[in-house]
């Protein structure tokens, strides 16, 4: 189960989205359909940048949080969407990319959260005994949450 949208339905829209751009050269993003790595790169800093001129605009006063919060949605939704073309141009599944690192980092930082093959959260091991292993140790049989 997923808050919104999962990652393969992002790129399959994305995918969709950029051929049917392909075939319309009034489509608005019919001259980013033959972006290169660099260009998408750029997309995604640049929606970055809106995000980081918001949020300083919120720091300082000029709108209350409820709006900034419904612009700052907007804006990091444009980088999600940008970052996936970005991975979609260099043949990375962002999905499994993302599931494979954030394993890595939690095995490394002895976390005991990780996401498992079914897309869903589970504990590493059971959280009782948890407390007792040491960093890095894979004694305990994984389990699920």
């Known amino acids: 189960m997923t808050n919104g949208i999962s990652l393969k339905t ?3 829209a994305n995918k969709k989205r950029l051929l049917e ?3 319309n050269k009034h489509h608005k993003f019919y001259k980013s359909v033959n972006w290169t790595e660099a260009q998408w790169l750029k997309a995604v800093l640049g929606e970055l940048g809106e995000y980081a001129n918001l949020s300083k605009k919120f720091d300082r006063g ?3 949080e409820k709006e900034f919060k419904l612009e700052a949605a907007k804006e990091l939704a444009d980088v999600q969407c940008y970052l996936d073309m970005l991975a979609n141009k260099i043949g990375v599944d962002l ?3 993302t599931k494979d690192k954030f394993n890595e980092v939690s095995e490394r930082v002895n976390s005991n959260i990780e996401i498992g093959d079914d897309d869903d959260w589970h504990y ?3 959280p009782k005994e948890y407390n007792k292993i040491k960093p890095n140790s894979k004694k305990i049989n ?3 949450k």
């Open 10 to 12: 992002l790129r399959e």
């Open 62 to 64: 000029d709108f209350p």
């Open 142 to 144: 994984k389990v699920k």
């Open 124 to 126: 590493r091991f059971e």
């Open 95 to 97: 999905g499994n990319a």
């Open 21 to 23: 751009a392909s075939k």
